[in-house]
């Protein structure tokens, strides 16, 4: 039996092997992630950094190798497990906002917590909150099919970081974004990581993006060739 990893790694993962219908995108990779780290998966695209983020938060199983999360095993939960480790500890955004058309950008943002059992004050307080910081108040009572992308882009930002997650997962946040749009949400998503002691897992193929990490990890045709790096963070303006 494997001992588990150290401490102080929220995420661990070892050799960890994953194909899609016969084809490999993930070819024995190791990785671990600090408690409160900002880490960005970096490299090409079908390089495996969304196949990787899909295995470190649960969302699909490995076929061989380890994942731990707080020094406990994700790789032998069942889907149900994976499913509520995911709900309950993990927030996620992709580079296609997931919103509930039904529902209010302020109903979208506020629904994690309604679910996890906080009151409706606070939860829609914490919605109003983020949607500022986020510079979309302006969308609170709209829907989604009435707003453009970016917008909705921003209000699932919202929506993972409201709860305020023990590990946010991003794969590719901001394409949809232009770049002074990028720039911003980074600075939000990597800025409230820092400040609310979240882990920050983010998947992107722009180095300019990648130096608002802590450390950066390259994947090439689903390996890691070289051991992961320190990169001189970005400068986050006063007021983020």
Known sequence: MSAAPPDNDVLWARGIVKSHQGTPALRDVSIAVREGEVLAITGARGSGKSTLIGCLCALLPVDSGEVWF???PVHTLSRAG???LRRDRFGFVGSQPQLVPELTARENVALPLLLAGSGHKAAYGAADDWLERL???????RRPTELIQSQRQRIAVARALAPLPRVVFADDPTAPLHREAQD???RILTSAARSHQLT???ATHDPELAKYADRTVALV???TPAPATPVRRAAVPAGH
């Not at 510079?135 to 009572?141: I, P, R």
């Open 135 to 141: 510079d979309v108040t302006d969308c609170a009572k």
């Open 200 to 202: 920050l897992v983010l």
């Open 184 to 186: 911003q949400v980074l």
């Open 221 to 223: 045709d689903g390996r």
């Open 70 to 72: 707080n020094s406990s």
């Open 82 to 84: 994976r499913e509520k």
